[in-house]
């Protein structure tokens, strides 16, 4: 089941997402767009947005010169090997159990230090006409790593149109939670709902970003839909999932793992193979469907030095972990 | 004679051994059949990490067999089925063959590896994980400790040592599987239920233990006096 010749995803991006269909969607929006504004005003769709969001399908995305040298892993481990403990612990879970989340219509509460806090239907957040594909290695706490073509938008264009006033220095984000719906929330496993936060020139950092999609289409509802956080230097744990609140403050804001053992999991984050988990080495990693002994050694910021080192010169990045 | 306590008596006579053996053998063969199509391109259940799959078995098999021996007394006891303390000592060896398992998977899967295929580094990495690791330095002191346990499960050994000795050497499993919860206790992250619900199962059993001998030397005390 995951050991298959001719890998899909080896193909180029155009095979894997076709360009007719990319067309075909932008065109069945179009035409969405210009009937649909009365139809859905009335339908009472929590917001008054004249425009759709996408839940299944295709999405239209520029490529971009964020590129990973490595094989991208198989969709079938991106979509089925994944934490969302809110679903259960197992890694197969998430996959199994998140198709009871309702991610439609989406709402992002901003609150907080901003000129304009209010409530914002997704798609009046993100532009689905402007989408970009980026590929990033997403490197789990748990010394593994997958590659992973995102569709998205910069965070930092999303940052700008909420507007967080002067003293704001740092961003919360909130996973939405709905205890029927999420099964593994029955336990505390954390102290629900997820929560995590960067500081603010890291979420305008130009690798912080917001996606929408994986592999050319809308993402699975197991790998944080509808929107969620990447921020590829991190670890996994940071790159919140299916954002439900956004929150400017000007302290540092309480993260869930950090929470529940502070001196495992710091704010920061940053991977980092020179300090070790207190548990675990963090030296090496193990490549998610790259083969059965497949390991690479871990790169400081997981190989994205160049983009964000300069944001913590000067700190003690062991102690500031 | 019922009929029914001579098919339990004949059932522990001809069935229980063997049909033990099988069901202790099977987490095993089905691990290994798992890895045959794994290794040979064919569908698998161990998902898209087995390594850590394989961990995760291995551990939890060695755990619950561990747990399982340490209940056969007590069932005895509650049914007083005694053809049962037949299989004890073989669902004790086979806690330690898994736990076994369980270490060299580690550090043939994981440390091996990591080494890239040098084995004095292995071992650098082993030592390196004991030293560092608390939850790696509990599960080693637990497979080292079944060690001595394992050595003496043979009938000679019982003669050799003497069956007081013997039983007092072997109460060192309970301290065992302590170390054992613990060591799953602390490699989980979170809040988990998993290391809890072991360590329920197995308090229960220390519990009853516990007040099972204290009404011993009660009844001893008593009719010596």
């Known amino acids: ?321 | 004679m019922s009929t029914r306590a001579d098919l339990l008596k004949r059932f522990g006579r001809d069935w229980l051994k063997p049909l033990s053996f099988w069901l202790l053998a099977l987490p095993g063969l089905w691990l290994g059949w798992q890895w045959w199509a794994l290794l040979t391109g064919a569908e698998h259940a161990l998902g898209f990490n087995p390594i850590e799959t394989t961990h995760r078995f291995l551990g939890d098999t060695a755990l619950r067999i561990l747990i399982l021996s340490l209940a056969i007394t007590p069932f005895r006891d509650l049914t007083r089925w005694t053809p049962v303390m037949k299989i004890r000592r073989r669902v004790g060896l086979a806690a330690f063959w898994y736990a076994l398992l369980h270490l060299l998977a580690y550090m043939g899967l994981d440390l091996l590896v990591a080494a890239q295929g040098n084995v004095p580094g292995m071992f650098a990495g082993l030592w390196n994980d004991v030293v560092e690791r608390i939850y790696i330095t509990l599960g080693m002191f637990a497979v080292i400790g079944l060690v001595p346990l394992a050595l003496t499960s043979f009938n000679s050994s019982i003669r050799a040592l003497g069956a007081h000795l013997w039983q007092r050497l072997h109460l060192a499993v309970y301290p065992i599987a302590v170390l054992a919860v613990f060591h799953y206790g602390f490699m989980v992250k979170g809040h988990q239920l998993g290391p809890w619900v072991h360590g329920g199962v197995l308090g229960i059993l220390l519990v009853y233990r516990i007040v099972h001998r204290l009404r011993k030397v009660q009844a001893r005390n008593r009719s010596a006096a």
């Open chain 1, 1 to 321: 089941m995951i050991r298959r010749k001719n890998e899909i995803w080896q193909l180029s991006n155009e095979l894997v997402t076709p360009k007719p269909a990319f067309l075909n969607r932008r065109q069945i929006m179009k035409a969405a767009g210009a009937l649909g504004v009365t139809a859905l005003a009335g339908c009472g769709q929590g917001s008054a947005s004249a425009r759709q969001m996408p839940t299944e399908g295709a999405l239209a995305a520029q490529e971009t010169n964020w590129q990973v040298s490595d094989d991208l892993t198989p969709y079938e481990a991106v979509t089925g090997y994944n934490n969302f403990y809110e679903f259960g612990l197992d890694k197969g879970d998430p996959a199994r159990y998140a198709s009871a989340m309702t991610t439609s219509p989406w709402n992002i509460e901003v609150s907080g230090l901003t000129d304009e806090p209010r409530e914002y239907a997704l798609q009046d957040l993100v532009d689905f006409d402007a989408l970009e594909e980026r590929v990033y290695r997403l490197r789990c706490v748990e010394a593994w790593s997958m590659v992973i073509p995102w569709v998205g938008v910069p965070l930092a264009s999303i940052i700008e149109r909420l507007r967080p006033s002067n003293d704001a220095r740092y961003v919360q984000f909130e996973t939405y939670l709905n205890r029927n719906e999420m099964r593994g929330t029955r336990l505390r496993v954390l102290d629900w709902p997820y929560v995590e936060g960067l500081r603010l020139d890291e979420a305008r950092n130009e690798l912080a970003f917001l996606a929408v999609g994986l592999y050319g289409e809308v993402l699975p509802k197991q790998n944080g839909a509808p929107i969620r956080l990447v921020v590829p230097w991190k670890y996994g744990y940071k790159s919140i999932k299916s954002i439900a609140k956004i929150r400017f403050t000007s302290e540092e804001p309480a993260t869930s793992w950090n929470q529940s053992a502070p001196n495992e999991y710091g704010f920061y984050s940053n991977v980092n193979p020179n300090r070790a988990h207190p548990r675990w080495s963090q030296s090496s990693e193990r490549i998610i469907g790259g083969g059965l002994l497949a390991r690479r050694e871990t790169e400081m910021f997981n190989g994205y030095e160049d983009q964000v080192a300069s944001m913590y010169a000067g700190m003690d990045l062991i102690e500031q972990h």
